[in-house]
T-cell receptor
Framework: NAGVTQTPKFRILKIGQSMTLQCTQD?????MYWYRQDPGMGLKLIYY???????DKGEVPNGYNVSRSTTEDFPLRLELAAPSQTSVYFC??????????????FGPGTRLTVL | EDQVTQSPEALRLQEGESSSLNCSYT??????LFWYRQDPGKGPEFLFT???AGEEKEKERLKATLTKKESFLHITAPKPEDSATYLC???????????????FGKGTKLSVKP
């Protein structure tokens, strides 16, 4: 299993441009997540999905959109990129167990710079 | 409000010098506490899940413990390859138990010198 894969690894955008960060998992996990990690800060949840066709906002959703058409894929869309969206983005997935903790597995990340 | 505080922010050890990293948490109802390792330029790598006070888990030179207010990651006789940032995260029981969102601390950057 490749686990969680993300593309691209690096990207530089100009202010106002748009892009999609791709995330795919091959573990048949129902739940998928998008986090951002800024220097010196903990990871912050952007959006999450509990299954195909179901998404919901996390702590910092402004400026982002997501969709979930399949179990495997969970793309993150940035519209009108702003310098505040310069960050490292991580996708994660999990197979939640009822009555117990839900361990998330992370991808390698996408480093995005907005100039 | 759920929150996680990790200390120290940075820790420098000599090879073989054992120590502990601390993770203090405040959560309405703990579903799970997680430790991850993150190498520079990489994604968090899962290490341990704990959910019951008194629980302990071990992996090679690492041992994680849990109380009702904090967790410790003990590193015994560390090696240079243990150098990384160690992240702690908690997961709370939400209404209906349907959310699995993690609340992360800022991490402890560990450097082990030969």
């Amino acid at each position: 299993n490749a686990g969680v894969t993300q593309t691209p690894k690096f990207r530089i955008l100009k202010i106002g441009q748009s892009m999609t960060l791709q995330c795919t998992q091959d573990m048949n996990h129902n739940y998928m997540y998008w986090y951002r990690q800024d220097p010196g800060m903990g990871l912050k949840l952007i959006y999450y999905s509990v299954g195909a066709g179901i998404t919901d906002k996390g702590e910092v959703p402004n400026g982002y959109n997501v969709s979930r058409s399949t179990t495997e894929d969970f793309p993150l869309r940035l519209e009108l990129a702003a310098p505040s969206q310069t960050s490292v983005y991580f996708c994660a997935s999990s197979y939640p167990t009822s009555g117990g903790p839900d361990t998330q597995y992370f991808g390698p990340g996408t480093r995005l710079t907005v100039l | 409000e759920d929150q996680v505080t990790q200390s120290p922010e940075a820790l420098r050890l000599q090879e073989g010098e054992s120590s502990s990293l601390n993770c203090s948490y405040t959560v309405s109802g703990l579903r799970g506490l997680f430790w991850y390792r993150q190498d520079p330029g990489k994604g968090p790598e899962f290490l341990f899940t704990l959910y019951s006070a008194g629980e302990e888990k071990e992996k090679e030179r690492l041992k994680a413990t849990l109380t009702k207010k904090e967790s410790f990651l003990h590193i015994t006789a560390p090696k240079p390859e243990d150098s990384a940032t160690y992240l702690c995260a908690v997961q709370a029981w939400e209404y209906g138990g349907s959310q699995g969102n993690l609340i992360f601390g800022k991490g402890t950057k560990l450097s082990v010198k030969p």
